[in-house]
Structures are given as structure tokens and as C-alpha cells.
């Protein structure tokens, strides 16, 4: 176990140097053979690593952006028609402003930007 781990570690660090030489290729081959043995590692000791991490799946946009919506709609109970109609001052209590509002704004004295 401890030598697949070493192992790993080696390709993972060859990985990085390919990465950082601008060999995509290599870096692609040594960072996958890493894995793998991590992997092939984690298997013999009965640890399985999920396949069905977050962000090891390609998602469609578009399903979690509807996801999104169907949890919006039950959360929060999405319902048209109740938000239709019109406002009432018996609905909602609108505040009055508690500074006068300017009637009229008076010209500048002078024009220039500072």
C-alpha cells in the first residue's frame, strides 16, 4: 500500500513538471497513471472512491438550472397566481418619506469639474 501511495506521489510530481514544461501530453499520461494507481490502491483496501463526485461528472447545464427550479418551486411554494393583482394601500402599509422631497432643484453657481 505505502509503495503504490510512493508510487502515485512520484507520477503526480512527474506530472507537474511535464505540466509546467508546457508537455501537456506527458503531463495528461503521468497525472493518469497516478490516478490510477491510487485508485488500484484504494480498491485493495476496499475503499471506493465514487465515481459519482460532484465534480467528477460533466453535467448539463440546463438539468441543474431545471433542478434548480423544481427546488425553488417546492421551497418556496411558486405560485402565479397568487402573485398576480394589484397593490393596495390596505395590503401593504407605504411609507411616507420622512425627509421633504426636493420641489425644485436649484441651478449651480459654477460649471466647473473639480
Same mark, same amino acid.
Do not use: C, W
Given at each position: 500500500?505505502?509503495?503504490?501511495?510512493? !508510487?502515485?506521489?512520484?507520477?503526480?510530481?512527474? %506530472?507537474?513538471?511535464? #505540466?509546467? +514544461?508546457?508537455?501537456? &501530453?506527458? %503531463? !495528461?499520461? #503521468? +497525472? @493518469?497513471?497516478? #490516478?490510477?494507481?491510487?485508485?488500484? +490502491? %484504494?480498491?485493495?483496501?476496499?475503499? !471506493?472512491?465514487?465515481?459519482? +463526485? #460532484?465534480?467528477?461528472? @460533466? @453535467?448539463?447545464?440546463? /438539468?441543474?438550472? $431545471?433542478?434548480?427550479?423544481?427546488?425553488?418551486?417546492? $421551497?418556496? =411554494?411558486?405560485?402565479? /397566481? &397568487?402573485?398576480?393583482? *394589484?397593490? *393596495?394601500? *390596505?395590503?401593504? =402599509?407605504?411609507? $411616507?418619506?420622512?425627509?421633504?422631497? %426636493?420641489?425644485?432643484? *436649484?441651478?449651480?453657481?459654477?460649471?466647473?469639474? @473639480?
Amino acid at each position: 500500500m505505502a509503495g503504490a501511495i510512493t !508510487q502515485a506521489d512520484a507520477l503526480a510530481g512527474s %506530472a507537474l513538471n511535464a #505540466y509546467k +514544461a508546457y508537455d501537456y &501530453e506527458s %503531463a !495528461q499520461k #503521468y +497525472a @493518469r497513471a497516478a #490516478y490510477d494507481g491510487l485508485v488500484s +490502491a %484504494a480498491s485493495s483496501i476496499n475503499v !471506493q472512491l465514487s465515481p459519482a +463526485a #460532484y465534480q467528477a461528472i @460533466r @453535467r448539463n447545464p440546463a /438539468d441543474i438550472n $431545471q433542478a434548480l427550479r423544481d427546488h425553488i418551486a417546492t $421551497q418556496i =411554494g411558486d405560485n402565479h /397566481d &397568487e402573485m398576480t393583482g *394589484t397593490f *393596495t394601500s *390596505t395590503m401593504h =402599509g407605504l411609507l $411616507q418619506p420622512t425627509t421633504p422631497l %426636493a420641489v425644485k432643484l *436649484t441651478h449651480p453657481k459654477g460649471t466647473a469639474l @473639480r
